[in-house]
């Protein structure tokens, strides 16, 4: 497919934001060989929505069938036999199989009477529920795929589920037979602001950069979450009517979120209680001790499944290589939840939350506090942004810094929220700060600024040049200090550019 056929083809009407994503399906869709793509991220974030909008817009036979969750090993057959009839036979009633290798003959059986120039899609939608335990859906998977479906050039196969541990270990990096079989892989994320401000204007919402940040503390960048917005409202109006009123779609969430991903989720929920405790993160090994499982591969993979589905980062500071990693909490709503929804449960439950009890806490200091450490977690979301705002090399690598003095407890520590390691032997340091006005630096904040960096010089004896930037909501408000150590600065208008 030439490069402007592709161009008309991606871009369409119903689906906001995701060029990348929607161009690489029109490379699968208009290439000459069979495709094998497999596309994962955090539930409810669009990925059913992207794959069937995206091609209802093109022509092709499009057979999607999806994995029921808890359902049986004959409710999954039982579907899938429905959804060839529906596809391929006009809906007419088709007996289900009683193992995966004959329904995948029949859907083969049905595709080979297709005329030889069409293009046919299969869309398996949450395929880890299909494959239920001793279903052997992978064995036909591999079978099928090898022997048929890979020598059909007509046909694009597209795996899809919100487990993405198990897309990821048992589709990508397969060692069986479908050992290197994907063609293509699309990891969709949670919108970007910019994407987030692009889909409300879709909808006619119109908002200011201000109140889709307040709301984007809440909801992340979870389109379906985003959905839910009325025209007309504030944000804490948003808020309150989301997350703090009965019927509200976000009071009971976070539970049905975990317990659809995970088959034991009370240990995944316990550790995100325990990341969440911690502002500035968790060590592995504070976080192996807290939660008392047994240090191993066992609990090393549920760390990485937290980290696979988009809940939590893991990171390693400036200077420490591959030893210091702690965790830090990546997603918005569950942050928000275990600090705000859910100790107010039972009033909420009860009916007994006004309409005007959100605005009351969100003028609180503690709801300031909170709204800073979340809009830090939102710029580390942001890092190509930042980093395109202030001009660093592509080649720049982000890090954070952190020091407690451990021997000496007079001494001083330093938190340093993100730092650009530049090729051309500086270190951008950055300060990040949340205002409801441009944010201003006095001869007290200036001071406490020039330590942490002494003491991240002292620290990690680096002889690199130290520039010194800002990321604030508002800008600075210029000063006598602000003018002799900031060299730059980034503000929330920056971080909704189109990178």
């Given at each position: 497919?030439?490069?402007?056929?592709?161009?008309?083809?991606?871009?369409?009407?119903?689906?906001?934001?995701?060029?990348?994503?929607?161009?690489?399906?029109?490379?699968?869709?208009?290439?000459?060989?069979?495709?094998?793509?497999?596309?994962?991220?955090?539930?409810?974030?669009?990925?059913?929505?992207?794959?069937?909008?995206?091609?209802?817009?093109?022509?092709?036979?499009?057979?999607?069938?999806?994995?029921?969750?808890?359902?049986?090993?004959?409710?999954?057959?039982?579907?899938?036999?429905?959804?060839?009839?529906?596809?391929?036979?006009?809906?007419?009633?088709?007996?289900?199989?009683?193992?995966?290798?004959?329904?995948?003959?029949?859907?083969?059986?049905?595709?080979?009477?297709?005329?030889?120039?069409?293009?046919?899609?299969?869309?398996?939608?949450?395929?880890?529920?299909?494959?239920?335990?001793?279903?052997?859906?992978?064995?036909?998977?591999?079978?099928?795929?090898?022997?048929?479906?890979?020598?059909?050039?007509?046909?694009?196969?597209?795996?899809?589920?919100?487990?993405?541990?198990?897309?990821?270990?048992?589709?990508?990096?397969?060692?069986?037979?479908l050992h290197n079989r994907v063609t293509r892989t699309i990891h969709l994320k949670p919108f970007f602001l910019f994407e987030v401000e692009k889909y409300l204007k879709e909808r006619r919402i119109h908002l200011d950069l201000r109140q889709i940040l307040n709301i984007y503390t809440v909801l992340g960048g979870v389109p379906l979450y985003w959905s839910y917005l009325r025209k007309g409202v504030s944000s804490n109006q948003c808020i309150g009517e989301l997350c703090f009123q009965n019927n509200?779609?976000?009071?009971?969430?976070?539970?049905?979120?975990?317990?659809?991903?995970?088959?034991?989720?009370?240990?995944?929920?316990?550790?995100?209680?325990?990341?969440?405790?911690?502002?500035?993160?968790?060590?592995?090994?504070?976080?192996?001790?807290?939660?008392?499982?047994?240090?191993?591969?066992?609990?090393?993979?549920?760390?990485?499944?937290?980290?696979?589905?988009?809940?939590?980062?893991?990171?390693?500071?400036?200077?420490?290589?591959?030893?210091?990693?702690?965790?830090?909490?990546?997603?918005?709503?569950?942050?928000?939840?275990?600090?705000?929804?859910?100790?107010?449960?039972?009033?909420?439950?009860?009916?007994?939350?006004?309409?005007?009890?959100?605005?009351?806490?969100?003028?609180?200091?503690?709801?300031?506090?909170?709204?800073?450490?979340?809009?830090?977690?939102?710029?580390?979301?942001?890092?190509?942004?930042?980093?395109?705002?202030?001009?660093?090399?592509?080649?720049?690598?982000?890090?954070?810094?952190?020091?407690?003095?451990?021997?000496?407890?007079?001494?001083?520590?330093?938190?340093?929220?993100?730092?650009?390691?530049?090729?051309?032997?500086?270190?951008?340091?950055?300060?990040?700060?949340?205002?409801?006005?441009?944010?201003?630096?006095?001869?007290?904040?200036?001071?406490?600024?020039?330590?942490?960096?002494?003491?991240?010089?002292?620290?990690?004896?680096?002889?690199?040049?130290?520039?010194?930037?800002?990321?604030?909501?508002?800008?600075?408000?210029?000063?006598?200090?602000?003018?002799?150590?900031?060299?730059?600065?980034?503000?929330?208008?920056?971080?909704?550019?189109?990178?």
């Amino acid at each position: 497919m030439k490069k402007e056929e592709i161009e008309s083809t991606f871009v369409t009407g119903k689906i906001i934001g995701r060029e990348k994503e929607q161009e690489i399906l029109a490379q699968v869709f208009g290439s000459n060989r069979a495709e094998f793509v497999a596309v994962y991220g955090r539930r409810r974030v669009g990925k059913t929505y992207l794959i069937k909008n995206f091609f209802d817009s093109v022509n092709c036979v499009f057979f999607d069938v999806t994995g029921l969750q808890k359902g049986s090993l004959h409710d999954q057959l039982e579907e899938f036999a429905v959804q060839i009839g529906v596809t391929f036979y006009g809906g007419a009633s088709i007996t289900p199989r009683k193992r995966w290798r004959d329904a995948f003959e029949d859907l083969t059986q049905a595709i080979s009477k297709l005329p030889k120039n069409k293009k046919i899609v299969l869309f398996f939608d949450e395929l880890p529920w299909m494959a239920t335990p001793r279903s052997k859906l992978l064995m036909a998977l591999e079978l099928y795929w090898n022997r048929y479906w890979t020598s059909d050039n007509r046909l694009k196969l597209i795996i899809c589920g919100s487990s993405t541990s198990w897309i990821i270990e048992k589709i990508i990096n397969n060692k069986g037979g479908l050992h290197n079989r994907v063609t293509r892989t699309i990891h969709l994320k949670p919108f970007f602001l910019f994407e987030v401000e692009k889909y409300l204007k879709e909808r006619r919402i119109h908002l200011d950069l201000r109140q889709i940040l307040n709301i984007y503390t809440v909801l992340g960048g979870v389109p379906l979450y985003w959905s839910y917005l009325r025209k007309g409202v504030s944000s804490n109006q948003c808020i309150g009517e989301l997350c703090f009123q009965n019927n509200g779609p976000l009071v009971k969430e976070f539970g049905r979120l975990f317990a659809s991903l995970f088959e034991d989720s009370k240990i995944y929920i316990d550790l995100i209680r325990i990341i969440a405790k911690h502002r500035y993160g968790i060590g592995q090994a504070a976080l192996i001790s807290q939660s008392k499982l047994p240090p191993g591969g066992t609990t090393a993979t549920r760390f990485q499944q937290l980290e696979e589905a988009g809940f939590i980062t893991s990171l390693v500071p400036y200077g420490h290589k591959d030893k210091g990693i702690y965790y830090v909490i990546d997603d918005e709503y569950s942050l928000f939840y275990l600090h705000w929804i859910e100790p107010n449960q039972k009033t909420i439950s009860k009916k007994s939350t006004h309409q005007g009890f959100w605005l009351s806490q969100s003028k609180s200091p503690s709801w300031k506090s909170w709204a800073g450490i979340a809009f830090e977690s939102i710029c580390y979301k942001h890092i190509d942004q930042i980093r395109s705002s202030l001009k660093l090399d592509p080649g720049s690598i982000a890090s954070t810094w952190r020091y407690v003095p451990r021997y000496e407890p007079e001494e001083a520590g330093a938190q340093i929220d993100l730092l650009f390691d530049c090729p051309d032997g500086t270190i951008t340091i950055c300060e990040i700060k949340c205002s409801e006005s441009p944010f201003v630096i006095d001869k007290a904040y200036a001071a406490a600024l020039q330590t942490k960096m002494a003491v991240f010089r002292k620290q990690t004896r680096t002889k690199k040049q130290f520039f010194l930037a800002m990321v604030t909501t508002f800008g600075l408000k210029p000063t006598m200090y602000s003018e002799a150590i900031v060299t730059n600065q980034v503000t929330l208008e920056d971080l909704f550019k189109e990178i």
